[in-house]
């Protein structure tokens, strides 16, 4: 199922921005994602399909030492997804990264926020999120490069 046939990507969507998240120390701050003609609900099922089994799947997770859990609102116009670190027996211990999706008019406003997610995931996640808005569905394991992670590259000097 494609996030297009629900007006997600793929041209559907109105895009508020694009940005990689750097993972920076400081207050919290919310990313603008996207905004979609889906309902909450509708685009949750699809997004959180594919974040499970990309970040969560048993063979191969980007995020192993992670759980996600999920809190849809009674009429289904608010959905939130978060992300933790994994505590005893499996349980949600300290929350990392927070995915909202919000009604807005006749759409989803969906928002991403890391709280304390390392750069390179929080990368990832949004650099994933990115790519499944526009209507790309695949696992990719491409990672993005990081603020933090262009600024330690070495310069190569000519002399």
Known sequence: ??????GIGG???TSLAEEEATGST?????????????????????????IKR?????????LPNYVYRADV????????ITVHQRADLG???????????????GGTVITTENRT?????????????NRWQRGQSDC????????SAKAAKPQARVQ
């Open 117 to 129: 997610m390392p750069p390179n995931l929080a990368a990832k996640m949004q650099y994933d999120i």
């Open 1 to 6: 199922m494609s996030l297009s046939s629900f």
């Open 91 to 105: 349980r949600a211990g300290l929350l990392t990264y927070i995915i909202d999706f919000k009604q807005a008019g």
């Open 26 to 50: 400081g207050a919290p701050q919310a990313t603008n994602v996207a905004v979609t003609r889906a309902g909450p609900l509708d685009t949750y099922v699809v997004m959180g399909g594919r």
């Open 140 to 147: 990719s394991k491409t990672m993005p490069a990081t603020a």
């Open 11 to 13: 041209g559907g969507g």
């Open 73 to 80: 609102s009674p009429s289904g116009s608010k959905v939130n």
């Open 54 to 62: 990309c970040w969560f799947n048993a063979t191969d997770p980007l």
